[in-house]
């Protein structure tokens, strides 16, 4: 398991193993400081074994990527609340009202055309009571998740805004597939879309150099952004988003398509949820919905598109035409991305 220390911040990994009782004690590596491990908390963790990323690989990624972005306190406490049976809105709502610019960029998204009801929303919990919840809340991670990024420098030449656009095309293309299929929940999907390629940001920060070389490679050999990330890095964005992701203490129906995106196979839990975001976003890369780092477009995978066709029998490619226009509308006539990135 990945344990960071409370006193210096840096991050090492624990052989499961190790923890032989209900509580141990363990010193970080770096400076020493007393760590209180508990059971369950490995217990967690092994559920999630299939879905980790080889030791090599992870000490690579951790020995550069020490503070990775947090959440704000104000999300990290809604997604506490998920599982709570006794949340109530109101308490909910105090929540994202306590955040004064979460709460005002929250109500932008609720009003904008995205939704677009014809009364204007003015309070979060009436945003509640309206549109749900769930939606209230993964409007609430969208917009903090642009705020994280949104003034942090850039020293590459990665396309922060054509990368957004791509995301959000991905976002209401996944939307759309849910809704089409009827599989998992739409807005949660849509969450789990936008944020599929967040390992990119990350990477942007913490291997500016490496970025740059990544995309002149992708150019200079017409390759993949991921295949060019192995050949220089030899580990992906999928897996830098997955371990920001799980720092993040997001569901796992969030961070499973987000580490297997391009490779749906392999995802033993959420598969259908994996093939949505994995079909939507090799959709909006056909559409030249933004720009995600690369020019080639993959095939969808025959595994994905099987397990769609299961749900949807007139799945096409006329329907992935209908996907790409919808998606294109939305981005022009909603000013979701405006709002987000502003």
């Not at 969208?142 to 991905?170: E, M, P």
Request: proline content about 4%.
């Amino acid at each position: 398991m990945i344990v960071k220390c409370t006193k210096c911040g840096k991050s090492f990994l624990l052989n499961d193993s190790l923890i032989k009782n209900n509580i141990t004690t363990v010193f970080c590596p770096n400076c020493n400081n007393r760590i209180i491990i508990e059971k369950k908390e490995i217990e967690h963790n092994t559920q999630d074994n299939n879905y980790e990323i080889p030791k090599e690989k992870l000490d690579k990624i951790l020995s550069k990527i020490e503070d990775l972005p947090t959440l704000p306190i104000v999300i990290q406490r809604i997604l506490q609340l998920i599982n709570d049976p006794k949340a109530t809105t109101k308490q909910i709502g105090s929540i994202i009202t306590s955040d004064q610019s979460l709460t005002a960029k929250t109500l932008k998204l609720v009003n904008s055309a995205f939704y677009g009801f014809s009364k204007k929303i003015t309070t979060v919990d009436q945003a509640i009571v309206i549109i749900g919840f769930n939606a209230v809340k993964n409007l609430a991670i969208s917009a903090s998740v642009f705020d994280i990024f949104k003034n942090l420098n850039q020293r590459s030449s990665f396309d922060r805004y054509g990368f957004w656009t791509h995301c959000v095309g991905a976002a209401f293309i996944a939307k759309q597939i849910s809704e089409d299929t009827r599989i998992g929940n739409p807005g949660e999907i849509f969450v789990s879309a936008l944020l599929h390629d967040i390992g990119k940001i990350i990477l942007d920060i913490y291997y500016p150099d490496e970025m740059n070389r990544i995309l002149y490679n992708t150019s200079n050999k017409n390759i993949s952004f991921y295949q060019s990330e192995e050949e220089i890095l030899s580990f992906t964005h999928s897996e830098v988003g997955f371990l920001l992701s799980r720092k993040w203490n997001l569901p796992d129906n969030l961070y499973i398509p987000i580490r297997y995106h391009h490779n749906p196979n392999k995802a033993i839990k959420y598969e259908n949820i994996v093939a949505i975001v994995h079909t939507a976003n090799i959709t909006a890369k056909a559409g030249n919905i933004g720009y995600d780092g690369d020019s080639v477009t993959p095939k969808i995978s025959t595994h994905a598109w099987n397990l769609l066709k299961q749900m949807k029998p007139d799945l096409s490619a006329e329907t992935i035409n209908i996907y790409i226009d919808s998606a294109k509308k939305h981005i022009e006539a909603s000013d979701f991305l405006k709002i987000a990135v502003s």
